[in-house]
């Protein structure tokens, strides 16, 4: 009996229906083992030994390999064709090894779909572990661990407030600081565009000027409103004519299809999907055998996969809208993944698959493979130029169209910001023409601040610089997002006070593990022991040697000194010049005192060097133009709008309240004000057991309360607005768990009686996802199945199934107070 071991329980099913008799596929769920988060994980006086630590939630599944083990001929590594997938079938050799369970012959199988066909030939073709991935995971382990382990430590002592630091965590934050610093230093310049909008043969178009009295108009060349109007009556004036007419034809190439990262980036601008959520999407796809493996740098396609796009556009589309040879695609990309297949599905015969967010995934990925495999959209430019009879001014318009669409018909891939210079159809014009003039307008601008991160761009701009890899981007983001070192508002990074201060500790004090060029290089050095070109105690070895003395030098600094050298560095963003010259660090309370940064117990803060004469503080994040601002603003009424070292808050006569993260400060109004600080807000007596229910804004965010039961409510306006009715309801549906399943619901699809009992079986939609029940089982549907699609006889091969196993056991309750005591 030969036992395989892959990574999920809905993988092994899927492959132990493949292989058949004398195969036991049993599921590791990940990672087995891993450093435990404790000094000595990795000990570099002893070569970088690692302590490595099973997970304790393991432990079943690890004994039921090693029972397996223990009566199976060979054993099979089947986990994911990538680095961690080899490090995964490296921790379960090791463990079986150490139980002293381990067969005498071990191979490893890795395949790039999970199919029949895929499978078969990879069980036909196994190799021994990749020892140099293995020693690459090995080296990417004990860098994070040493990294997060050695700084983490520094900040908690030395930056009050401060959670954790980590090798490509710190620099992804670093570059959503650095954008917002150049947000704050942008100074908007005011310029003018001049246009007309002519019409020639029922075509209306608009042409812009671009030289004037001999002088060429750049964008920012028209500065103010007078300048403006002089140019706008020029052209107001005059009678134009066609000066040139260009015309020029263009080819669109298709996109490759995707790999790890551009997925990523075209989920998030399309689909709106954060990079996590694309992978566990992913995940699921490819475990239900609908996607190749979603880890990838490579873009190219298998032949075979290549031979049925060609057919399915052939099939699908005209003879124009297939290429006359097969699209190839290769990438710059030096790191092991690359060896690996783009992101295709596995059918090009399955257009649709799965429902909700899983189908809305794998039509992206669908339309993408299909695309590039088909022709390129042909394109026609033209761009016109206009003069005036006295040839002082040249207006000039510019024209795009689709002549044929091409792969375009099926997909057009995404930007980042949209820019629409090239216009619309022009009309059909020769030189000398005269189109009639039917306006004239000059139109205000200024320039714009370099646009705030958004997942995609900044997935984008790390893999351009060669920070990190694809594969762990949507981790990294996550841990940036749950550290609260950023926030995302209209699905763009803005960095939180604690993410600017641990940023601004780490340029100050280990400025180098923080550059962009040295983290890039690193990833390099990474790449280069996966592919056996460099020793993975060689690269620790490296890095410890510099790294460790500077850890010592930063810890052994007093917490008064780092911050005396943290408001130095910052006092350009903290304390900005002002208008005037005037002191930007004079107390606006006192008049006389300096401010400057302070640490305390929950963090940095900026007060009054008078202190405790002079209660004046800010909160660190304060600076710029508000830290401009001067003192308290008078709301009306007797309140106040304050800043605490925790943000913005309103008082009125010793009663404060915290002003809420989704009302901004532009928008409170005194009606507001006196509503947030008369809080809790009674909205009325339940009409069953007459209490009363209130509604308030506590640590967890807005929420109503009834006789000691809860609901949680989404906003601020919904805490000041929220009425009887929907009070009750909302507290209702909190008691029964958000409702009970599929109660009161509409069915998805009614599929008929069961054949043995007789049931009418429907398809519905539940907390959990849709699923299938006979009024009695219910059986939950796969992830990438779609459930309009369910038939009747697989609806009941579900239920039966789920009957089969019985109801679920519950856990054994223990009796209070009994636990370890003797019988009398």
């Not at 021994?128 to 040493?146: F, S």
């Not at 592919?531 to 008064?560: C, H, N, T, Y």
């Not at 640590?699 to 919904?718: I, M, N, Q, V, W």
Request: proline share 6%; hydrophobic share 35%.
């Amino acid at each position: 009996m030969k036992l395989v071991v892959v990574e999920s329980p809905a993988k092994a099913k899927t492959i132990e229906k493949y292989l058949g008799p004398g195969h036991r596929v049993l599921a590791s769920y990940g990672h087995v083992r891993d450093l435990p988060p404790k000094d000595g994980s990795v000990n570099p006086d002893d070569g970088f030994a690692m302590d490595w630590e099973t997970y304790p939630d393991k432990a079943k599944q690890l004994k039921a390999i090693a029972d397996e083990a223990k009566k199976a001929d060979s054993l099979v590594l089947a986990t994911d064709p990538d680095r961690e997938g080899e490090a995964i079938s490296w921790h379960v050799q090791e463990v079986l090894k150490k139980r002293k369970v381990l067969p005498a012959q071990v191979e490893r199988v890795t395949f790039n779909a999970i199919t029949k066909s895929a499978v078969t030939e990879a069980m036909a073709n196994p190799r021994g572990l990749d020892e140099h991935l293995i020693d690459a995971y090995k080296a990417r382990r004990a860098l994070d661990y040493l990294v997060g382990f050695t700084l983490s430590p520094i900040l908690w002592r030395k930056l009050p407030g401060a959670k954790s630091a980590g090798r490509v965590q710190s620099v992804a934050l670093r570059l959503i600081v650095d954008r917002e610093r150049e947000i704050e230093m942008f100074r908007a310049q005011e310029y003018w565009q001049v246009s007309a909008t002519f019409e020639a043969d029922g075509t209306p178009f608009t042409a812009r000027l671009v030289s004037l009295d001999g002088a060429k108009i750049d964008r920012l060349t028209i500065g103010d409103q007078g300048n403006a109007e002089a140019a706008r009556k020029v052209v107001e004036d005059g009678r134009f004519s066609v000066m040139s007419v260009e015309t020029r034809p263009l080819s669109k190439n298709p996109p490759p299809p995707f790999t790890t990262s551009t997925l990523q980036q075209e989920a998030a601008r399309k689909l709106g999907f954060a990079a996590s959520h694309t992978m566990r999407l992913a995940q699921s796809l490819y475990e239900d055998g609908l996607i190749t493996y979603m880890r990838t740098d490579g873009v190219q396609m298998a032949g075979e996969a290549i031979s049925a796009a060609r057919k399915a556009v052939a099939d699908r589309y005209d003879a124009g809208y297939l290429p006359d040879k097969p699209r190839h695609y290769s990438s710059k990309a030096k790191n092991a993944q690359e060896a690996h297949e783009a992101i295709r599905p596995t059918d090009f015969y399955k257009d649709r698959a799965g429902a909700g967010d899983h189908g809305r995934l794998y039509q992206l990925i669908y339309n993408r493979a299909l695309a590039s495999q088909m022709a390129s959209a042909r394109l026609e430019r033209t761009t016109v130029e206009l003069t005036d009879g006295a040839g002082r001014a040249t207006l000039r318009a510019t024209g795009q169209v689709v002549i044929f669409p091409g792969f375009m018909t099926l997909y057009d891939e995404g930007r980042d910001d949209q820019n629409d210079e090239d216009g619309g159809r022009m009309p059909q014009l020769r030189e000398g023409d005269a189109p009639a003039k039917t306006g004239v307008e000059a139109t205000q601008h200024f320039t714009q601040p370099p646009p705030r991160f958004s997942e995609a761009s900044l997935v984008k701009r790390l893999e351009e610089l060669g920070i990190g890899r694809p594969s762990t981007y949507a981790a990294t983001l996550q841990t940036l997002k749950d550290r609260e070192y950023v926030r995302l508002e209209k699905n763009r990074f803005i960095p939180e006070e604690s993410g600017r201060l641990v940023t601004a500790f780490l340029e100050r004090f280990f400025e180098r593990y923080v550059n962009y060029d040295y983290t890039a290089e690193l990833e390099e050095e990474l790449d280069d022991v996966s592919g056996g070109r460099l020793g993975w105690i060689k690269l620790l070895e490296d890095f410890w040697r510099d790294f460790k003395p500077k850890a010592g030098e930063v810890m052994d600094q007093k917490p008064s000194d780092v911050t005396a050298a943290l408001d130095e560095f910052l006092a350009p963003y903290l304390f900005p010049d002002k208008e005037g010259g005037s002191d930007p660090r004079l107390c606006p309370l006192c008049g006389n005192g300096k401010l400057g940064l302070r640490g305390g117990k929950f963090g940095a803060f900026v007060a009054c060097s008078n202190y405790p004469e002079c209660k004046y503080t800010r909160r660190f994040g304060q600076g710029g133009e508000e830290a401009a601002s001067e003192g308290p603003a008078e709301i009306g009424n007797g309140i106040e709008l304050k800043t605490g070292r925790f943000g913005p808050y309103l008082e009125r006569d010793g009663k404060r309240a915290s002003l809420p993260k989704d009302v901004p400060q532009s928008d409170l109004t005194l009606e507001m004000a006196e509503a947030l600080l008369a809080l809790p807000r009674t909205v009325g007596i339940h009409p069953e057991t007459g209490l009363p229910i209130t509604a308030s804004i506590g640590r967890y965010g807005p929420y109503l309360a009834h006789d000691g039961k809860y609901a949680r409510l989404k906003s601020t306006t919904e805490v000041l607005e929220t009425g009887m009715n929907a009070a009750v309801a909302k507290l209702a549906e909190a008691a029964n768990g958000g409702g009970r399943r599929g109660a009161g619901r509409e069915p998805i699809a009614v599929l008929g009686p069961h054949p043995e009992s007789a049931k009418e079986i429907k398809v519905l939609e539940g907390r959990f996802g849709p699923y299938v029940s006979d009024g009695t089982t219910h059986a939950t549907l796969p992830k990438s199945a779609d459930p309009k699609a369910v038939t009747l006889d697989e609806a009941v091969a579900l239920i039966d199934a789920k009957a089969a196993k019985g109801p679920a056991k519950k856990p054994a309750r223990r009796k209070s107070g009994t636990k370890g005591r003797k019988k009398a």
